[in-house]
């Protein structure tokens, strides 16, 4: 059975203070890991998807990188407006297993 | 191009009626998944369907659930004799691919919020 395990379950931040989240994974077989944002009351929302060890995507300020077991979500000099729940998925096959995900703020 | 769609986004019902919850994929998506989410719990996975077939039905639960995707119009999730226990975010997603396809992403609606009185 696919697991997925994120960490830490809160985090609170200065504007421009940099950190990292975790997403620590057990899967057969991995077809895709993914980062998702969810901010309060929304679905949602896809941020990357990495599929191999070593591969690594950027947007914005964000950037997510994977290995053999685990994903990090690096947030670097993050604003006010990167507050939100930060989801991890993995699947093997069609099905997404979730973390139960990062609830970032981020303070001005 | 819209994206998923979900309605209600909210509905309250007393125990022992019936919840529909609707869900129209984005354009050009033919794969749905519905999962739910716990208050304070992560996102789990129900159900997965294809136009007028069930592909994966592994993460509903046995009794007073069900799901469809016929060939015209939304997927729609049904609760029957809804329990307190069933109050939840409901989540639809939609791929324009899905199996083993291994670039498939999914796009998720907004979801319906389902209050059990």
């Known amino acids: 059975e696919d697991q997925v395990t994120q960490s830490p379950e809160a985090l609170r931040l200065q504007e421009g203070e940099s950190s990292s989240l975790n997403c620590s994974y057990t899967v057969s077989g991995l077809r895709g890991l993914f980062w998702y944002r969810q901010d309060p009351g929304k679905g949602p929302e896809f941020l990357f998807t990495?599929?191999?060890a070593g591969e690594e995507k950027e947007k914005e300020r964000l950037k997510a990188t994977l290995t053999k077991k685990e994903s990090f979500l690096h947030i670097t000099a993050p604003k006010p407006e990167d507050s939100a729940t930060y989801l991890c998925?993995?699947?093997?096959?069609?099905?997404?297993?979730f973390g139960e995900g990062t609830q970032l703020t981020v303070n001005p | 191009n819209a994206g998923v769609m979900q309605n209600p986004r909210h509905l309250v019902r007393r125990r022992g009626q019936e919840a529909r919850l609707r869900c129209s994929p984005m354009k050009g998506h033919s794969h749905v998944y519905w999962y739910r989410q716990l208050p304070e719990e992560g996102l789990k996975f129900m159900v997965y369907?294809?136009?007028?077939?069930?592909?994966?039905e592994s993460g509903m639960p046995k009794e007073r659930f069900s799901a469809e995707f016929p060939k015209e119009g939304p997927s729609i999730l049904r609760i029957q004799q809804v329990v307190r226990g069933d109050s939840a975010a409901y989540f639809c997603?939609?791929?324009?691919?899905?199996?083993?396809?291994?670039?498939?992403?999914?796009?998720f609606g907004a979801g319906t919020r389902l209050s059990v009185l």
């Open positions: 369907l294809q136009k007028e077939n069930i592909i994966d």
């Open positions: 998925a993995v699947t093997s096959g069609s099905r997404l297993t």
């Open positions: 990495l599929y191999s």
């Open positions: 997603a939609s791929s324009p691919r899905g199996g083993a396809d291994v670039s498939t992403i999914q796009y």
